[in-house]
């Protein structure tokens, strides 16, 4: 027997799969293998979220597959042993795979590669089906790693390659023989105690649902996209993030996609998926940012992490109104608005004066878009101390940003059932209601709904402070 195996990653698709179609042209039969490594993925291990998505988005892909007459191997255990397994018992002698640029992935697929080649097995990395620009194709004039979006993104522009996103095969030749796969269920992704009910109910994981939902952004949400992106209480965005980061679409899909759609409107979504190809540049060029600021300056400043407040803040017990509509948003759904994910993301490290790791570390386990490149730029964003951060001394009041971008307080009605009585006066900040009409509204602050942990003003002051302490200046 002799086929090509084709290792899966963080691609789960058929269509504009590189890796899938060089398997493909060799002419042998494809065997497409998952293995599922913990220990392989380093010091970021799939979180419980994304675990749950993994399940549906491994069973949707192994339907698609069967659908070609092909199958899904599936493999538990340390990657290169399981690889050199398969192709032993498939006469392989070539592997695969799609790149990554996260530093652990990268060390992991370097390693396996010579490993593989010792035992005259080619692991062959094909490139264009993670990512649109390579991160090390794109420097400043003065030949450095861009950390500052707009002129990285006018480069990007400037080289913008010729996309034509590769169709998905209609047929795969398989092998006379399969080898042995463990079930879906058997990898043990899904919880023991089943708090993914609505989170799983909510989200349709898989490549046909991911275009379907790019279908849907074109036809109905992309003109108003520009506007509506800031509104929590509005499906206005793409919802398209975890598909992402499982590979169920590419960005080169999604770009040519909405290129051709030839509506100025595009402009502002595409400049959002070239954001995610800059956080996977600032990655690939500071590999020490998921644990380290990528300005050092900000290792003074003495974030504390305060159990209480950090456990109040992950089940949004704040008592800032805005602040636990997306905790628990987030909880119920492994996803949270932007402009909320800002929003919390500023009280965190600058209200509560807790670490931005400590928050990327809870989105990690509770995010089914949880990525690496994305969630740490993110976070060093909101805490002021990475790439074209927002300055430390802009600090979001969580009460006018709540009355701005949720006017009438329908997304807090909706994450925080026990305040949806109040008025759109008082939603935002309930402690400011009379008495009286915090007992029409059935609120008893205390017992209903938290009182504020912090007092934003306050705890700005003391921010602003601690800052200055670093020799910072505050405006
Ligand atoms: C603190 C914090 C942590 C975050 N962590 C993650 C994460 O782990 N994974 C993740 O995918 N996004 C993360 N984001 C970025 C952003 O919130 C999500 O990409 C977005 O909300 C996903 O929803 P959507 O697909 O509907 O977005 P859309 O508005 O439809 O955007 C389309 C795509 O563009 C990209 N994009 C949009 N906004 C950003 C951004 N600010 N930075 C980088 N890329 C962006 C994403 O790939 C997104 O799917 C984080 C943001 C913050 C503030």
């Known amino acids: 027997m002799n ?23 060799t002419g042998l039969p494809v065997v497409p293998v998952y293995v599922w490594d913990v220990p392989g993925e380093g010091a970021w291990p799939l979180g419980a979220a994304d675990r749950v998505w993994l399940h549906d988005s491994l069973t949707a ?28 018992q498939t006469g392989a002698t070539q592997i695969h795979c799609n790149a990554r640029y996260e530093p652990d992935a990268m060390r992991q697929q370097d390693a396996v590669r010579s490993a593989l080649a010792t035992q ?18 794109l420097q400043t004039g003065s030949g450095n790693p861009y950390q500052v979006y707009t002129p990285f993104f006018k480069r990007c522009l400037d080289n913008l390659p010729a996309i034509h996103p590769l169709s998905a095969p209609s047929h795969l030749s398989s092998p006379a023989q399969w080898p042995d796969s463990l079930t879906v269920a058997d990898l043990a992704l899904l919880p023991n105690i089943p708090w993914d009910k609505e989170m799983r109910a909510f989200w349709q994981p898989g490549e046909r649902q991911a275009q379907a939902l790019l279908q849907s952004f074109i036809a109905d949400k992309q003109d108003g996209y520009g506007t509506q992106r800031d509104i929590p209480a509005v499906d206005g965005t793409s919802r398209l993030s975890a598909y992402l980061k ?66 109040a803040w992950c089940k949004g017990e704040t008592g800032y109104p805005i602040v636990d509509a997306g905790m628990r948003q987030l909880w119920h759904l492994g996803w949270m608005h932007n402009r909320v ?54 600090i979001f009041n969580p009460i006018t940003q709540s009355q701005k971008f949720d006017p009438d307080g329908t997304y807090i009605r909706r994450w925080v059932p026990e305040l949806a009585k109040l008025s759109a006066k008082y939603i935002h900040a309930p402690w400011d209601a009379p008495p009286l009409t915090l007992l029409d509204a059935g609120v008893q602050l205390g017992k209903t709904y938290p009182h504020p942990i912090v007092d934003h003003a306050e705890a700005r002051n003391k921010a602003l402070a601690l800052y200055k302490g670093m020799g910072q200046p505050v405006s």
């Open 61 to 88: 892909l192994s339907g698609d597959l069967q659908t070609l007459h092909s199958r899904l191997i599936l493999r538990r255990g340390d990657s290169l042993g399981e690889l050199v397994q398969l192709a032993q």
């Open 246 to 311: 499982h590979g169920e679409i590419s960005p080169r899909q999604i770009w040519q996609a909405v290129a051709d759609t030839e509506r100025a409107s595009g402009k502002h979504f595409l400049r959002e998926i070239a954001w995610r190809e800059f956080a996977y540049h600032v990655l690939f060029h500071f590999p020490h940012t998921p644990q380290q600021p990528l300005k050092p300056k900000f290792n003074e400043l003495p974030w504390t992490l305060d159990e209480t407040l950090f456990s």
């Open 341 to 394: 994910r800002m929003i919390v993301g500023s009280f965190l490290t600058k209200d509560l004066m807790i670490s931005w790791y400590d928050g990327a570390r809870w989105f990690w386990d509770t995010l089914v878009d949880a990525d690496l490149a994305q969630n740490s730029l993110n976070w060093q964003w909101v805490g002021g101390c990475g790439a074209d951060a927002q300055p430390f001394f802009r």
């Open 120 to 137: 005259g097995i080619e692991l062959v990395i094909h490139k264009g089906g993670t990512l649109i620009w390579e991160p090390d194709s």
């Open 3 to 25: 086929a090509a195996l084709l290792w899966l990653r963080q691609d789960l698709r058929l269509a504009d799969n590189p890796a899938l179609t060089a398997a493909i042209k």
